[in-house]
């Protein structure tokens, strides 16, 4: 079946721009995460979505990040006022909970956003 | 605070050697622990995964070994392969609400020479 998709696979954008990333999780899943892939902090945790619940957004790293998740699908990640250290690959991932396959989450190809 | 801690930074093995990566972890609360293995342009994969009530899980090549007194584990890949040549990172979390969020360590790089 279809994993985990992200658009667009690279963003090239001017220090100070607005970028929006976005995310598609495998359907069903209840679950999605947004991640942040850089040289000097590896992996780090941003924002989760879980079912109607409200978001966990106590990984975003400033006010400019914000995100979204319509429906209970597709997710939008926003940066305003880009800046050069939010170059990274943002990564989403999604799961489900479901017998021996519960929690397991499942990664994207990633955004690659440079700043410029 | 770096919750989960990895080494080596990198490590070079001959074919059909055994590749080992700790992960040490702080937080007790930590009940799910996996490995993931990511080439390069691509998303994380998840490669294995334990919970603390076991000491052991083995998927064909691949065994995580879990200490919980310690608060360490291990990836052990049997008979490495080139193929196997990949950035390895160990995770953990904590169930929050049927969801959880992954910290990770800081990663392996495994290079298998032929």
Redesign the interface.
Known sequence: GAGVSQSPSNKVTEKGKDVELRCDPISGHTALYWYRQSLGQGLEFLIYFQGNSAPDKSGLPSDRFSAERTGGSVSTLTIQRTQQEDSAVYLCASSRQSGGLRYEQYFGPGTRLTVT | QQQVKQSPQSLIVQKGGISIINCAYENTAFD?F?W?QQFP??????LI?IRPDVSEKKEGRFTISFNKSAKQFSLHIMDSQPGDSATY?C?A?S?????????????TRLTINP
Do not use: E, M, N, R
């Open positions: 799910y996996p993931y342009g691509k998303g994380p994969a998840l995964a990172f995770a979390s169930t929050i609400q049927g969801a959880q969020k992954l910290v990770f360590g800081q990663g």
